[in-house]
């Protein structure tokens, strides 16, 4: 039997979600009962959403600060389907926006009959040693052919550690696509903000009972995981005067510090987000469970989990906050507890979550979902650093410059840094914070799973303007100068730099033989251009099996099984190049080429894509023609060196695929991007 080793889990199918769209200014009167009157809204207007005659139910209704949210999710045969939700925004009554799409029903399904939970889990179990199983959920999936039936099921692992999502096929049992459901965060850092903090007596509220860390809001104890799933216990009790006095203890897993020190950090976090904005999780208890000093049994280095994440560690359905420690405790840093904290708040609302899509791998709702934990804790923290304890100085800084394109690299905690540092500017010159907050907050309830920047932006813009016409201008204005309100993921790549990305290994996927990057890049080809030649190479990380495919006059539309492409770079070659003299691989001067980077290797690598083209030379029309050497008539320019760094620009700096990294650079620059041209090359399909 296979080992359950992936981070995330990946089948070959061409599933294509469609790519998120958010409508504003929409100004449609709600009449009669408001639940009723929205659903007729999406059903009458399906089509517009992606799925004519689509039926929707309301899933959640949640009233912000500034207006109210309806979520619908897409039903087909009495079973939700996967990627088919529409949220909408309501102020006074009217709806002002809507965000998602609708997933396209076919004539006919499949009628082969469908496993039952027993039989899909027997299969699994199979396949997969060690693995526990939470739920299991019949639904439809979005798939090339119309809709699949799978089941949606809730894993963990043992060996290494993991929280999963799986989809099964519901005829064969097969896993087609998994992902790992922790937002994490994975470093060497201390936890807790001693350099800019004291060790100071502070009162501990809401507590159930008066010796135990347990109170609506919290429940925390330390934890180990082992074979038999999660063992806990409490080490904090009261003293005679029912304080909680402790001393730090860093690190060790004796520690009662950490678990009084989550406690309080967790409670005044929660009670600001209610008090604040109406924060309140889904049903009756608020209460999020919290872990510290976790460690894994029987791990490496006496299980140390140098990790602090968000998600469902012990099984219950519902995510938990849990931090783990090395040669630091993560639990120290009150920065990573209300960034971890954040990712279940836009787990309760928006969901934004990393998926697949037509232009590879869509991670910019992860980007978001990073940039929202970040201005959270900024703004509750009073300042922009993120973890400057834990960071030595600072993991993340939301001060600063972060442009789209010019600063996307692929990866979602420095991509976040665009959406992070925009609205911090925003912030910073707003005087009234508490309105920028709950536009910011009303922003992220109204956003769909798949939302990229230019749908956050356009939410933010249209909730700003209405809540004052000054936030609105001096958004509109920071967004338009960042590049955020048309931001896309594809980026122009000039001929005289190189530009720099990440992307994932085959071995972050389960079955998957190559892994597209997250972003594609486009070159115009001059008119009077003879040749071009594209570069995709590694500039960090272990392997080199990179390679690209290449298409032209539009972007690549991938998919697994029938990507759409006109050539494939070959990671054997190193480069393609297309001339005017070469049939198969005939260039088109006036052209543009669409690059979409591929990585056919076992591990994440960050890469290095860049051009160099041969332009024929003009002459002036009366000037003299030049007396030329015999090899003269072309000139080639070459852009073999690295990017020119602007002032104060950082380079590329490894990802460490933690939300909480000291490693995690401030931006993560392209350089300025300039017009460019050409691509292509040849990969090799494994079997």
């Not at 005087?431 to 907050?437: I, Q, R, S, T």
Request: some cysteine; overall charge negative.
């Amino acid at each position: 039997m296979r080992r359950f080793f992936p981070l995330f889990l990946i089948m070959l199918l061409p599933v294509t979600a469609a790519l998120a769209k958010t409508q504003t200014g929409l100004r449609h009167v709600l009449v009669g009962d408001q639940i009723h009157a929205a659903q007729r809204f999406i059903e009458e207007r399906a089509g517009q959403f992606g799925s004519k005659g689509a039926q929707v139910a309301l899933n959640d209704s949640t009233r912000g600060p500034v207006g109210e949210v309806l979520r619908f999710q897409q039903q087909h045969e009495g079973l939700r389907v996967l990627g088919g939700e529409v949220v909408l925004t309501l102020i006074k009554g009217e709806i002002r926006a809507s965000s998602g799409q609708l997933q396209p029903v076919p004539q006919q399904v499949s009628q082969k009959p469908v496993l039952t939970e027993v039989q899909a889990r027997n299969r699994l179990l199979k396949s997969y040693a060690g693995l526990q199983i939470r739920s299991m959920e019949q639904v439809w999936q979005a798939h090339a052919r119309g809709l699949k039936r799978i089941w949606l099921t809730e894993a963990a692992s043992h060996s290494p550690f993991g929280l999963w999502q799986l989809h099964l096929d519901a005829e064969t049992g097969a896993v087609l696509w998994g992902k790992s459901t922790m937002r994490h965060s994975k470093g060497n850092v201390y936890s807790l903000n001693p350099s800019v903090g004291q060790l100071v007596e502070q009162p501990i509220t809401g507590l159930e009972e008066p010796t135990t860390l347990k109170g609506p809001y919290a429940d925390v104890q330390r934890c180990v995981y082992g074979e038999s799933g999660l063992s806990c216990d409490r080490l904090a009790s009261a003293d005679t005067d029912g304080n909680f006095l402790y001393q730090p203890d860093d690190p060790s897993y004796e520690d009662p510090f950490a678990e009084v020190q989550a406690y309080y950090h967790v409670d005044s976090f929660h009670r600001w987000l209610s008090e604040s904005f109406g924060f309140a999780r889904k049903g009756s208890d608020q209460h999020i469970d919290v872990v510290v000093n976790f460690r894994q049994e029987g791990g490496y280095h006496g299980g140390a989990v140098a990790n602090a994440f968000f998600g469902d560690v012990n099984g219950d359905g519902k995510g938990d906050l849990v931090f783990g420690q090395a040669q630091r405790d993560f639990a120290y840093d009150a920065d990573v507890i209300y960034h971890e904290f954040t990712h279940s708040v836009v787990a309760e609302t928006a969901n934004l979550e990393i998926g697949i899509d037509k232009l590879g791998m869509n991670v910019m709702p992860a980007a978001l979902n990073e940039a929202f934990a970040d201005l959270f804790s900024s703004a509750f923290a009073g300042d922009s650093k993120v973890g400057e304890y834990a960071g030595n100085g600072g993991i993340r800084d939301l001060s600063g410059n972060a442009i789209c394109p010019d600063h996307l690299v692929g990866e979602s905690h420095s991509d976040g840094l665009v959406w992070g540092r925009a609205n911090w500017a925003v912030r910073e010159q707003f005087a009234d914070k508490e309105l920028y907050d709950s536009v910011l907050y009303q922003t992220l309830l109204g956003l769909d799973p798949h939302a990229d920047i230019a749908d956050a932006a356009a939410l933010f813009l249209e909730l700003a303007t209405d809540a004052s016409a000054d936030l609105g201008q001096l958004a509109t204005s920071e967004f338009t100068t960042r590049g955020l309100v048309d931001c896309t993921r594809i980026v122009p790549l000039p001929f005289d730099k190189k530009l720099q990305g990440s992307i994932y290994g085959t071995s972050t996927f389960m079955g998957a033989k190559l892994v597209p990057a997250a972003l594609q890049y486009r070159i115009d080809v001059p008119e009077n251009a003879t040749e071009v030649s594209i570069y995709v190479s590694q500039s960090w990380g272990m392997g080199q099996s990179l390679g690209a495919y290449i298409r032209k006059g539009e972007s690549v539309g991938f998919a697994f099984t029938s990507s759409e492409y006109d050539f494939v770079k070959s990671d054997k070659e190193g480069f393609i190049q297309l001339k005017l003299d070469d049939e198969e691989k005939k260039l088109e001067p006036g052209a543009s080429y669409y690059i979409l980077p591929l990585n056919v290797g076992t591990y994440d690598n960050y890469y290095a894509i860049r051009s160099t083209i041969t332009l024929a030379e003009v002459l002036e029309p009366d000037a003299a023609l030049p007396t030329l050497p015999a090899d003269a008539g072309v000139t080639e320019v070459d852009a073999t060196t690295g990017p020119s760094l602007d002032p104060g620009e950082e380079p590329i700096t490894p990802r460490t695929g933690c939300s909480i990294s000291a490693n995690a650079s401030n931006a993560i620059p392209a350089a300025s991007l300039w017009l460019l041209l050409g691509l292509v090359a040849l990969i090799r399909r494994r079997r």
